[in-house]
């Protein structure tokens, strides 16, 4: 079968009928029956049944068609990817970016961009580590900006900035205010726990196998927002990235740092076989100034 014949196949089978094929594919229903006698001819068997005024599958359609479902959809991705490359041509940006980095870090640099770009358009797609390939692959988005991501085959990845994971607490678990806390400090608070949170948590996972300290935790929680607006009702202490505590900073909420520090890299991420658009590279530096400026 060609490529023609997948699609015309494909579509009477899921609409039933020349009619609404044609329809679907904006093409004459002449065209459609020509192409579906052309298909049949060159398999040797029939492909539907005339019943009634609707075309139902033959059984040997019925066998054929997973396959056929298989190409079409990969065909539709094809397509999708085509029109991703055309609409970047024209001046849109499509960044996938941690969840952190949206609070405060990518707006504010769209903002600044905005003002010297004002024709620019943006799409951003929150993404943790495992989603970035896909989307880069599928031209979902020009470029990924993440948390110490691990390294991974056909992704070019450069350290833009550093950042630090940081403890978020009551102030008034202290005498006064610490910047800076050791893990022991907090032992014997309430631990709020982010589950399945990457890289980040492998990091303190690793610093509290290594310091023999241990959290009790009798929440368990998704994501670093609802963490830190756990800590905000009183609840307990989180560990997040610092750009999450300084976003979420309020009331009897204060922000200590590890002790030593615990620090990671923000990293650029891009296929290594695929430039960056260019109104996508004009726009890196004001990311990079917005996260820099942050930490």
């Known amino acids: 079968m060609r490529l023609r014949h997948i699609e015309i196949f494909h579509a009477i089978y899921t609409t039933g009928s020349i009619t609404n094929a044609a329809e679907l594919l904006r093409v004459s229903q002449p065209s459609v029956s020509k192409v579906l006698s ?20 033959t059984s040997e359609a019925e066998m054929l068609f997973d396959e056929v479902d298989k190409i079409y959809q990969q065909i539709r991705s094809i397509n999708n990817t085509a029109r991703n490359i055309k609409r970047s041509s024209k001046g849109t940006i499509r960044m996938g970016v941690t969840p952190a980095l949206g609070f405060e870090a990518v707006p504010e640099a769209i903002a600044d961009f905005h003002r010297d770009y004002p024709n620019v358009s943006f799409e951003v797609k929150t993404m943790h580590n495992d989603e970035v390939m896909q989307s880069l692959i599928e031209h979902k988005c020009d470029f990924a900006m993440l948390y110490s991501p691990k390294e991974m085959p056909g992704v070019e990845s450069s350290k833009c900035a550093d950042s630090e994971l940081v403890f978020m607490y009551n102030k008034h678990w202290f005498d006064e205010a610490r910047t800076s806390l050791q893990m022991s400090d907090l032992e014997d608070k309430e631990f709020i726990d982010i589950a399945d949170s990457g890289p980040l948590a492998d990091m303190l996972w690793t610093r509290m196998m290594k310091e023999g300290v241990r959290f009790s935790s009798e929440v ?20 997040v990235d610092r750009h999450t505590a300084e976003s979420n900073l309020c009331g009897d909420v204060a922000i200590a740092s590890f002790e030593p520090k615990l620090t990671f890299d923000v990293c650029l991420l891009h296929l290594a076989n695929k430039g960056i658009p260019k109104v996508a590279e004009a726009f890196i530096p004001y990311l990079k100034d917005t996260i820099a400026s942050d930490f």
């Open 38 to 57: 052309h298909a049949e001819m060159q398999l040797g068997f029939q492909l539907f049944d005339r019943v009634k005024g609707r075309l139902i599958p």
């Open 220 to 239: 368990k929680v998704q994501t670093y927002f609802i963490a830190a607006r756990m800590v905000a009702k009183g609840i307990g202490f989180c560990v």
